[in-house]
């Protein structure tokens, strides 16, 4: 199945400062969705991107799709940045299972 | 907006009990999932129905049971929890199963604690 690395495992910021988070997948993907949770757990996601680069507010994904990772980057840090970055890819056999990474815990410091 | 809603957001129980929780969806999605996440933050996939029908199911335990009355809903039971079932459920949903139908909409989560 499908293995899904990302790093940094935290990263620590000061407000203001640009993020750059990492996802790296065993297998071709044809679907690569980035999410964002909360402190207090709540889970949504930001975007989808299996190929190419996308740009949402102050959010920027390039997935290189034969080098099997993606990239999230996240410019101008706000401490409401603050929480876990999660990566998901779908199993290639079973397109309803994602399996996602394990995360990157941001930390923005006023 | 919250359009996949959990009951209970958070539940005590002590091991040897049942518990049950509910999710609902009002996207007019197809397809819906469980999701555990353990203490170290890891998600991984428990089951996933499709118009009521079960595509994905895990290696869980037994005790571990979906529910789906219609594709709006999809209840996960646990009969006689043990301590490591402690951890929060995720119940999450999806317009189709593949490419960009597979993009997933989360609840808030249900928090379990088992004494």
């Known amino acids: 199945g499908q293995q899904v690395q990302q790093s940094p495992s935290s990263l620590v910021l000061q407000e203001g400062e640009n993020a750059e988070l990492q996802c790296n997948f065993s297998?071709?993907?044809?679907?690569l969705q980035w999410f964002y949770q909360s402190p207090g757990g709540s889970l949504v996601s930001l975007l989808s991107?299996?190929?190419g680069t996308k740009h949402t507010g102050r959010l920027t994904s390039t997935t290189v799709t034969k080098e099997r990772r993606s990239s999230l980057h996240i410019s101008s840090s706000q401490t409401t940045d603050s929480g876990t970055y999660l990566c998901a890819i779908p199993d290639n056999n079973a397109g309803a299972k994602l399996t996602f990474g394990g995360g990157t815990r941001l930390t923005v410091r006023p | 907006e919250t359009a996949v809603f959990q009951t209970p957001n958070y539940h005590v129980t002590q091991v040897g009990n049942e518990v049950s929780f509910n999710c609902k969806q009002t996207?007019?999605?197809?397809?819906m999932y469980w999701y555990k996440q353990d203490s170290k933050k890891l998600l991984k996939i428990m089951f996933s129905y499709n118009n009521k029908q079960l595509i994905v199911n895990e290696t869980v335990p037994r005790r571990f049971s979906p529910q789906s009355s219609d594709k709006a809903h999809l209840n996960l039971r646990i009969k006689s929890v043990e301590p490591e079932d402690s951890a929060v459920y995720l119940c999450?949903?999806?317009?189709?199963?593949?490419?960009?139908?597979?993009?997933?909409?989360f609840g808030a989560g249900t928090r379990l604690s088992v004494l």
């Open positions: 991107n299996p190929s």
């Open positions: 999450a949903s999806s317009a189709g199963t593949g490419g960009r139908q597979n993009t997933l909409y």
């Open positions: 996207l007019g999605h197809d397809t």
């Open positions: 297998s071709t993907a044809t679907q």
